[in-house]
Every structure is written in structure tokens, then in C-alpha cells.
């Protein structure tokens, strides 16, 4: 059995953290290092490639859009 690892990223504007994206341990790992390293992708990831920044909308009143930093992977429970 494979363990899984989701991708773990942090809003700037409210601070949550949130996952996006999930895969295996050994392939998460090479995929940590190519988006940190701005390298090319494993050739078999299926779906579309983590980035180093991503959009979360935020759960205040007014709906804000803040910028979400990739701050790693951990194992999906």
C-alpha cells in the first residue's frame, strides 16, 4: 500500500492553511523538489503541476483573495 501525501499551501491574507493536490510519498517528494527548484516535472505526473503561489478566497464577510504560498507536504490521514 502506497501512502499518500497531500500538497500543503498558506494564505498570506488570512493565514489558513489548506491542501491542494495529493499523490504518492516518493513521487510528492520529487515534485516538492522540482516546484522548488523550478525544475521540469516527473514525466509521470497525471494532472496539473503545483505552483510556488496560488489563489485562496478567504471565509471573511467580504470574500477577500489572498496569495497562498507552497509550504510543503504531509501525509494524507
Known sequence: MTTTV?????C???GKE??????GTKLGIQILIAVIQDMPMPKNL????PNMLTLHTCS???KSTGV????GIHEKE
Open 6 to 10: 497531500e500538497f500543503i499551501y498558506r
Open 18 to 23: 489548506f491542501t491542494d493536490g495529493a499523490t
Open 68 to 71: 497562498a504560498d507552497f509550504i
Open 46 to 49: 497525471i494532472g496539473m503541476r
Open 12 to 14: 498570506r491574507k488570512c
Open 60 to 62: 471573511d464577510k467580504i
